[in-house]
């Protein structure tokens, strides 16, 4: 693909939307590797370690937990980041949803390597991410607790204990 058109991908992409044209150049120069998966592919499993997160470009993929899909994402959404954050095990299983997903994968090693104003930008939009899921996960505990016998702290911690995160 031609920088200028992955340029206009990554401008649409929340994470990239505060930085510079400049920047962006940076970022589409940095090591990094656009990897493709056929439908029903893993991309990541629950409970593997990788440095690496994932922005994806093009098609849906499937988030399972326990054997079930809980959410379904597509582009400009970014997968991996609670592992790439604070390097723990993956959280949740990642399939590709359609034949022909394309992700951009960024590893902690090159990431690293951006200057500090492209990582806390970036680093911003994952936290914002990060905490996004979180008021769902709190919204969806407090719609579960309507019941006078159940206490809402009762439910969301229930729900992380199930790993109902997402």
């Known amino acids: 693909m031609e920088k200028a058109k992955l340029a206009r991908i990554l401008r649409k992409i929340p994470l990239f939307k505060k930085l510079s044209d400049t920047e962006i150049d940076l970022i589409l120069e940095m090591p990094k590797s656009y990897v493709s998966f056929h439908q029903g592919e893993i ?16 098609g849906r993929v499937s ?39 394309v992700a951009m994968k960024i590893t902690s090693y090159h990431f690293n390597c951006l200057n500090s104003h492209i990582r806390e930008c970036i680093k911003d939009k994952i936290i914002e991410g990060l905490v996004l899921r979180l008021n769902q996960t709190i919204d969806a505990a407090r719609k579960d607790s309507t019941s006078p016998s159940t206490s809402f702290d009762k439910v969301l911690d229930e729900k992380y204990a199930r790993g109902e995160t997402w």
């Open 63 to 101: 988030i399972w937990r326990n054997k079930e899909i809980i959410a379904t994402v597509a582009p400009p959404n970014f997968l991996g980041e609670v592992g790439f954050i604070v390097g723990a095990p993956r959280v949740a299983t990642v399939t590709a949803a359609d034949d022909n997903v």
């Open 43 to 58: 991309i990541m499993e629950e409970g593997e370690r990788d440095d690496a997160f994932y922005i994806l470009m093009h």
